[in-house]
Nanobody, 124 residues
Framework: QVQLVESGGGLVQAGGSLRLSCAAS????????MGWFRQVPGKERQFVAA????????NYADSVKGRFAISRDNAKNTVYLQMNSLKPEDTAVYYC?????????????????WGQGTQVTVSS
């Protein structure tokens, strides 16, 4: 089991920045690839970014490439999502997830553990 707790969400103006954190406990964090997803009410959850267990490989949704950066600190059991140049369409609940298969893909089915989410609201 891996327990995940997100933090860092909030209200920000368009063009601003936020950094989300996801603290993990339980099963060895460093053996999991990690991902961030987001969901708007009434819509399906969508992939945002993923990072391999070592941090050496990362993937991004086209909508956030060049603006968001995923990173991890295995010594602190934490994964981060730095979000810059935020847009109103980035408004969503952001979830972190752990992938024990180490695939770091955009597919939800590969992620076995999920946090409760943190709200990000970008005003225009």
């Amino acid at each position: 089991q891996v327990q995940l707790v997100e933090s860092g969400g909030g209200l920000v103006q368009a063009g601003g920045s936020l950094r989300l954190s996801c603290a993990a406990s339980g099963r060895a964090f460093s053996s999991n690839a990690m991902g961030w997803f987001r969901q708007v009410p009434g819509k399906e959850r969508q992939f945002v970014a993923a990072i391999s267990w070592s941090g050496g490989n990362s993937n991004y949704a086209d909508s956030v490439k060049g603006r968001f950066a995923i990173s991890r600190d295995n010594a602190k059991n934490t994964v981060y999502l730095q979000m810059n140049s935020l847009k109103p369409e980035d408004t969503a609940v952001y979830y972190c997830a752990a992938d024990p298969y180490g695939l770091a893909t955009m597919l939800e089915v590969h992620y076995d553990y999920w946090g409760q989410g943190t709200q990000v609201t970008v005003s225009s």
